[in-house]
């Protein structure tokens, strides 16, 4: 009887000390982030409102993305978006950051990406004509046929020209012109919600340390498969 109730408190023990494991895992993930994308992003006002800009670049493999959604009260497809790029900084517009109440883009964006630094950037540096410019003197001449996609992209231009300039200004990163490759992604596939999407290892595995996690979910695995 000793020696089976001794193995029940050990078998309890070592549950317990699985799910603390798997706890504090999870909370490195969230709390740290080594990506080194920068995503900037904006939204309409007024009747515009939930149509939302976005514009990223990997510092690791310069590919400018813009994407323009046209969303609802909760940002699902924003949310959605911003955790597959994963980004290590959010820019946003200074006016938004410093609005009372607090707009609800930036509230959930301070709950959903704890490992990313949310910086306001000045409303001027959101310019659509100053980012239609930069995008096409920068642009690969593979990318030309997608400025006419994004022309009449108000957002996304405008996102795309505070990205560039922070780039530039603050981060001293330049690229060459006609260089830069251009990916505008448009809404499209199925939508799992974020705490769904952690649960599920899909992008990150909850069992290892956040600088491998990526390697270790279903994504890193189908990503290596020929």
Not at 165 to 186: G, M, P, W
Request: hydrophobic share 40%; aromatic share 6%.
């Amino acid at each position: 009887l000793w020696s089976k109730g001794l193995s029940k408190i050990c078998l309890i023990m070592l549950i317990n000390l699985f799910y603390s494991e798997m706890n504090s895992t999870s909370n490195n993930q969230s709390t740290s982030n080594n990506s080194n994308l920068i995503l900037a992003i904006t939204e309409g006002r007024g009747h515009a409102r939930g149509e939302v800009g976005i514009a990223a670049v990997d510092l690791n493999s310069p590919i400018l993305i813009l994407s323009q959604l046209s969303d609802g009260v909760h940002y699902t497809d924003t949310l959605n978006k911003i955790q597959i790029l994963n980004p290590s900084k959010i820019l946003l517009p200074d006016t938004i950051c410093e609005q009372v109440p607090l707009s609800k883009l930036v509230e959930l964006l301070r709950e959903n990406f704890l490992g990313s630094s949310i910086i306001p950037v000045q409303r001027r540096h959101f310019n659509d004509k100053a980012g239609f410019e930069q995008i096409s003197s920068l642009c690969s001449r593979k990318s030309v046929n997608i400025l006419q996609v994004i022309a009449k992209k108000y957002y996304c231009l405008s996102s795309a020209s505070a990205l560039l300039s922070y780039l530039k200004n603050i981060s001293l990163v330049t690229f060459a012109q006609n260089c830069l490759k251009i990916d505008y992604q448009t809404k499209g596939g199925m939508l799992i919600d974020s705490q769904t999407s952690v649960r599920l290892e899909l992008l990150y595995s909850l069992n290892v340390e956040a600088t491998a996690a990526k390697n270790f979910s279903l994504y890193g695995i189908l990503n290596k498969c020929r």
